[in-house]
Nanobody
Framework: QVQLVESGGGLVQPGVSLRLSCAAS????????MGWYRQAPGKERELVAT???????NYAESVKGRFTISRDNDKNTVYLQMNSLKPEDTAVYYC??????????????WGQGTQVTVSS
């Protein structure tokens, strides 16, 4: 099993920055990629950004150029730097970890989520 603990959410004004952190523990040797997803009220959970153990990143179009995902392998931690935040970024942000089975990543492990609210 893999445990994921997020931190760093909060209430911020539009245009400011926020950084989320996700610390992984447990059977982390199984992890091939980690990512951030978000779910706004009344909407489905959507991908925000992912990063593989090799450092390959992937972003949702809505956050490209504003958000940066990174990881510290020594600390088993992944970060999401969010700049130029917009009200539409308001959501619960979830950290997730994936195993690689064949050529596909399966995001089976989830954190408890952290609320990000962007409002003036």
């Amino acid at each position: 099993q893999v445990q994921l603990v997020e931190s760093g959410g909060g209430l911020v004004q539009p245009g400011v920055s926020l950084r989320l952190s996700c610390a992984a523990s447990g059977s982390i040797f199984n992890i091939a990629a980690m990512g951030w997803y978000r779910q706004a009220p009344g909407k489905e959970r959507e991908l925000v950004a992912t990063i593989t153990t090799g450092g390959t990143t992937n972003y949702a179009e809505s956050v490209k150029g504003r958000f940066t995902i990174s990881r510290d392998n020594d600390k088993n931690t992944v970060y999401l730097q969010m700049n130029s935040l917009k009200p539409e970024d308001t959501a619960v942000y979830y950290c997730s970890a994936a195993q690689l089975l064949g050529k596909s990543y399966y995001y089976d492990y989830w954190g408890q989520g952290t609320q990000v609210t962007v409002s003036s």
